[in-house]
């Protein structure tokens, strides 16, 4: 029985308690499991160079290379003024490009004598820029010595002709790690499968050991090919099965059927729209209304277009519950957003919203809005009208979660924005149904289909991508503000134009101005920015246009520290058509609609997403006039934030930007664990790339879970399926 804990030895035990205490806080790897699941980042070839030609600014990066020539200065300074100071500057060469290393003091003597021209060496380091020329300064270096050389240790580390090169920090180079790795790796023979070994088979995968040994010490390509393919199948597998249990365990619960009456609410709501419904509208209504009618809670995921309506969608889901004598809750993000959704599905409605009012139609129901910052009298009455049934739809905050708040009869709930909202609180809300509720999800965050498997795999999905009639194009173009400064002045000139037309405008900062001064975090962000200045405020950059480029325009400014009632009066005077221009933050990224605003300025368009961008631009061209966004920048035309921001300006197409996002951002931003800095648990799996393992995985883990719900039989899946599921992993499962 004592198989596990070879796996689970704590770091300190087995490498010392530095080097450990280094891994646990930069790389959060604290056993011998942890460490074997650190895989190569890539394999050098000993015959064959990396590319120094494109090295990114400002990043730890390892590279083989070859001593092209080396030269020691001596200069004079303030601590050795008679030309004692020495400086050692060594180029390297990859065929590709070449790189200068840099040696100052009393760094410099084994350099010196150490690489000589024609030495090959790893070397380690931060790359900046010096006289317009990449450089590492104080490199950390091995050398690699031919196989002739009795000093071959550099050899034996990395057996065979590849060298793996690890994703490393600067207080852990590459190859501290894989000298560590070659320590603990005979404890792979101990990693229990978590592979049935009939799924193995049939898909001629290698075992775990062998995948471990392979991937750390491969002799050939081929090697990492098969280990790679090996681990893809455990982690997509493993996550699959997860999703698996929870759809299994979902299904088991009870829910009330809601059939919509054939002359209710909804019927009268389609009567009165002045349009016909998309036909992307009606298949998803329909897949919706199916899920309604069954005896076990619906869980969809409704992915829509910016302006694809599937508020619409949304609303005749909500109507169809009331009709059938249910209640339905919609959660939105924000009260602004809330207040907005409030707006525009009464005047939807007209009189089919006033419930018990006078005018009202005689079936017509309530419709409240419930959010935070409400008075006590109208909090109290809508509080009321929940309780009573009166209320058949209600829109809110988390307020709506609170356990104040009780329903007559909850059937359906509507979540806007999903990744806004955590487990706890959509449990909290299923809990208010007599039975568990039916479920659906809103984003305007276009997601690829594997996506949606790995992070909504609970969810069945439902995409809107046609764009209702009456819609306009948006024109995208790039502003190099410090390439062409009187590109910048153009864009002003633009906002005028479109304001002098009787439109209205947006300018978006990524900063509100108001903080206090930190100055570590000034540092911080001009460090990993390569520049030295903060990111745009929208307090000052909403001043400098008032009083420059845009003089005596109306403009007002937008953000989330504003009081709940100063944001909605801002944005009441912004959709009344009473301010030109209004300067904000993201908090305009979801669901604002105001079809007059017809321009958009994005300042540090950098500093933004791609998806957060296609969001942002999502605001304009709304109504019959089309749409103009400006993405703002003063990175340089080669940076990769530049291609980011041609790519936003070359398409409209949300699923395409996706899939752009998706390949330039780690996977584990989508995994929403970005923010929480650790590890995401997909180390070799690309959700874009390995669509068909993913699909395949979902598969096999549907079939294993319908024959053996609790994995009984599958001890080895469990432990994977544990380890995967610890608390903060189960944030993202859950998210759904």
């Given at each position: 029985?004592?198989?596990?804990?070879?796996?689970e030895?704590?770091?300190?035990?087995?490498?010392?308690?530095p080097?450990?205490?280094v891994?646990?806080?930069?790389?959060?790897?604290?056993?011998?499991?942890?460490?074997?699941?650190?895989?190569?980042?890539?394999?050098?070839?000993?015959?064959?160079?990396?590319?120094l030609?494109?090295?990114?600014?400002?990043?730890?990066?390892?590279?083989?290379?070859?001593?092209?020539?080396?030269?020691?200065?001596?200069?004079?300074?303030?601590?050795?003024?008679?030309?004692?100071?020495?400086?050692?500057?060594?180029?390297?060469?990859?065929?590709?490009?070449?790189?200068?290393?840099?040696?100052?003091?009393?760094?410099?003597?084994?350099?010196?004598?150490?690489?000589?021209?024609?030495?090959?060496?790893?070397?380690?380091?931060?790359?900046?820029?010096?006289?317009?020329?990449?450089?590492?300064?104080?490199?950390?270096?091995?050398?690699?010595?031919?196989?002739?050389?009795?000093?071959?240790?550099?050899?034996?580390?990395?057996?065979?002709?590849l060298?793996?090169?690890?994703?490393?920090?600067?207080?852990?180079?590459?190859?501290k790690?894989?000298?560590?790795?070659?320590?603990?790796?005979?404890?792979?023979q101990?990693?229990?499968?978590?592979?049935?070994?009939?799924?193995r088979?049939?898909?001629?995968?290698?075992?775990?050991?062998?995948?471990?040994?392979?991937?750390?010490?491969?002799?050939?390509?081929?090697?990492?090919?098969?280990?790679?393919?090996?681990?893809?199948?455990?982690?997509?597998f493993?996550?699959?099965?997860?999703?698996?249990?929870?759809?299994?365990?979902?299904?088991?619960?009870?829910?009330?059927?809601?059939?919509?009456?054939?002359?209710?609410?909804l019927?009268?709501?389609?009567?009165?729209?002045?349009f016909?419904?998309?036909?992307?509208?009606?298949?998803?209504?329909?897949?919706?209304?199916?899920?309604?009618?069954?005896?076990?809670?619906?869980?969809?995921?409704?992915?829509?277009?910016?302006?694809?309506?599937?508020?619409?969608?949304?609303?005749?889901?909500?109507?169809?519950?009331?009709?059938?004598?249910?209640?339905?809750?919609?959660?939105?993000?924000?009260?602004?957003?809330?207040?907005?959704?409030?707006?525009?599905?009464?005047?939807?409605?007209?009189?089919?919203?006033?419930?018990?009012?006078?005018?009202g139609?005689?079936?017509?129901?309530?419709?409240?809005?419930?959010?935070?910052?409400?008075?006590?009298?109208?909090?109290r009455?809508?509080?009321?009208?929940?309780?009573?049934?009166?209320?058949?739809?209600?829109?809110?905050?988390?307020?709506?979660?609170?356990?104040?708040?009780?329903?007559?009869?909850?059937?359906?709930?509507?979540?806007?924005?999903?990744?806004?909202?955590?487990?706890?609180?959509?449990?909290?809300?299923?809990?208010?149904?007599?039975q568990?509720?039916?479920?659906?999800?809103?984003?305007?965050t276009?997601?690829?289909?594997?996506?949606?498997?790995?992070?909504?795999?609970?969810?069945?999905?439902?995409?809107?991508?046609?764009?209702p009639?009456g819609?306009?194009?948006?024109?995208?173009?790039?502003?190099?503000?410090?390439?062409?400064?009187?590109f910048?002045?153009?864009?002003?000139?633009?906002?005028?134009?479109?304001?002098?037309?009787?439109?209205?405008?947006?300018?978006?900062?990524?900063?509100?101005?108001?903080?206090?001064?930190?100055?570590?975090?000034?540092?911080?962000?001009?460090?990993?920015?390569?520049?030295?200045?903060p990111?745009?405020?929208?307090?000052?950059?909403?001043?400098?246009?008032?009083?420059?480029?845009?003089?005596?325009?109306?403009?007002?400014?937008?953000?989330?520290?504003?009081?709940?009632?100063?944001?909605?009066?801002?944005?009441?005077?912004?959709?009344?058509?009473?301010?030109?221009?209004?300067?904000?933050?993201?908090?305009?990224?979801?669901?604002?609609?105001?079809?007059?605003?017809?321009?958009?300025?994005?300042?540090?368009?950098?500093?933004?997403?791609?998806?957060?961008?296609?969001?942002?631009?999502?605001?304009?061209?709304?109504?019959?006039?089309?749409?103009?966004?400006?993405?703002?920048?003063?990175?340089?035309?080669?940076?990769?934030?530049?291609?980011?921001?041609?790519?936003?300006?070359?398409?409209?197409?949300?699923?395409?930007?996706?899939?752009?996002?998706?390949?330039?951002?780690?996977?584990?931003?989508v995994?929403g664990?970005?923010?929480?800095?650790?590890?995401?648990?997909?180390?070799?799996?690309?959700?874009?790339e390995?669509?068909?393992?993913?699909?395949?995985?979902?598969?096999?883990?549907?079939?294993?879970?319908?024959?053996?719900?609790?994995?009984?039989?599958?001890?080895?899946?469990?432990?994977?399926?544990d380890?995967?599921?610890?608390?903060?992993?189960?944030?993202?499962?859950?998210?759904?």
């Amino acid at each position: 029985m004592d198989l596990v804990p070879a796996l689970e030895e704590p770091l300190k035990k087995v490498l010392g308690p530095p080097t450990a205490k280094v891994m646990a806080e930069h790389l959060g790897l604290h056993t011998v499991g942890d460490l074997l699941h650190h895989y190569p980042r890539r394999y050098e070839e000993r015959g064959q160079l990396t590319h120094l030609a494109d090295l990114p600014m400002d990043e730890h990066v390892t590279v083989v290379a070859m001593v092209a020539d080396a030269r020691l200065h001596s200069f004079a300074s303030a601590k050795a003024p008679r030309g004692k100071g020495q400086r050692l500057e060594v180029t390297i060469t990859d065929g590709s490009g070449r790189l200068q290393l840099v040696f100052f003091g009393n760094g410099v003597h084994k350099p010196h004598k150490e690489l000589l021209p024609g030495t090959r060496a790893m070397f380690a380091g931060k790359v900046s820029v010096f006289n317009r020329r990449l450089q590492l300064a104080h490199p950390a270096y091995e050398l690699l010595r031919g196989d002739g050389d009795n000093a071959t240790e550099a050899v034996e580390t990395w057996a065979g002709a590849l060298i793996p090169l690890y994703p490393a920090t600067a207080k852990l180079e590459s190859w501290k790690i894989g000298k560590a790795i070659q320590t603990v790796l005979p404890s792979a023979q101990e990693a229990v499968d978590p592979l049935p070994s009939a799924l193995r088979e049939g898909r001629g995968l290698v075992s775990l050991p062998e995948a471990l040994l392979k991937i750390h010490r491969p002799h050939t390509k081929a090697d990492v090919a098969a280990a790679r393919t090996r681990l893809k199948w455990d982690e997509a597998f493993v996550l699959q099965v997860a999703l698996a249990r929870r759809r299994h365990a979902d299904a088991q619960l009870p829910a009330v059927p809601r059939r919509p009456s054939p002359d209710g609410l909804l019927t009268a709501l389609d009567d009165r729209l002045p349009f016909t419904l998309t036909e992307g509208q009606q298949k998803v209504s329909k897949e919706i209304f199916d899920d309604l009618a069954t005896d076990h809670p619906m869980h969809r995921l409704l992915q829509g277009e910016v302006g694809s309506g599937k508020t619409l969608v949304a609303l005749r889901a909500m109507l169809a519950v009331v009709d059938a004598g249910g209640q339905a809750a919609m959660l939105a993000p924000t009260e602004v957003l809330a207040q907005q959704h409030h707006r525009s599905i009464v005047e939807m409605m007209g009189e089919l919203a006033e419930g018990g009012m006078l005018g009202g139609a005689e079936h017509a129901t309530k419709v409240v809005l419930l959010t935070g910052s409400m008075g006590t009298a109208a909090r109290r009455q809508a509080l009321l009208d929940l309780v009573t049934g009166e209320a058949g739809i209600v829109i809110g905050t988390h307020a709506l979660i609170e356990d104040k708040v009780q329903f007559h009869d909850l059937g359906l709930v509507v979540v806007d924005e999903q990744h806004r909202f955590g487990v706890e609180q959509r449990d909290a809300l299923r809990g208010k149904g007599k039975q568990p509720p039916h479920l659906l999800v809103m984003t305007a965050t276009p997601i690829p289909r594997t996506v949606a498997m790995t992070v909504f795999g609970d969810l069945e999905t439902s995409v809107l991508d046609q764009l209702p009639a009456g819609r306009s194009p948006i024109a995208s173009h790039v502003v190099p503000a410090a390439d062409k400064p009187h590109f910048l002045a153009r864009a002003w000139e633009r906002v005028r134009e479109e304001v002098g037309k009787g439109h209205q405008a947006y300018v978006v900062c990524p900063r509100i101005g108001d903080e206090e001064d930190d100055p570590k975090k000034a540092r911080k962000s001009a460090e990993d920015e390569a520049e030295k200045r903060p990111p745009l405020a929208v307090l000052e950059v909403a001043d400098q246009l008032a009083k420059g480029p845009l003089q005596g325009l109306a403009v007002e400014v937008l953000h989330g520290r504003m009081h709940p009632d100063d944001k909605d009066a801002v944005m009441r005077r912004f959709a009344a058509g009473e301010t030109d221009v209004l300067v904000a933050t993201t908090v305009i990224e979801v669901g604002v609609n105001v079809p007059n605003a017809t321009a958009m300025v994005i300042m540090d368009a950098d500093r933004f997403g791609v998806s957060q961008l296609h969001q942002l631009r999502g605001r304009v061209g709304r109504g019959s006039a089309p749409g103009l966004c400006l993405l703002v920048t003063e990175m340089p035309e080669a940076s990769p934030a530049r291609q980011r921001l041609n790519a936003v300006a070359s398409t409209l197409d949300g699923f395409e930007l996706s899939r752009i996002d998706l390949e330039q951002r780690r996977e584990g931003d989508v995994l929403g664990q970005a923010q929480s800095g650790a590890r995401t648990s997909l180390r070799v799996l690309a959700v874009i790339e390995d669509e068909e393992v993913i699909a395949e995985a979902r598969e096999e883990a549907v079939a294993v879970v319908a024959a053996d719900p609790d994995l009984e039989r599958l001890p080895g899946l469990r432990t994977a399926l544990d380890a995967l599921l610890d608390d903060e992993r189960e944030q993202y499962l859950e998210k759904g």
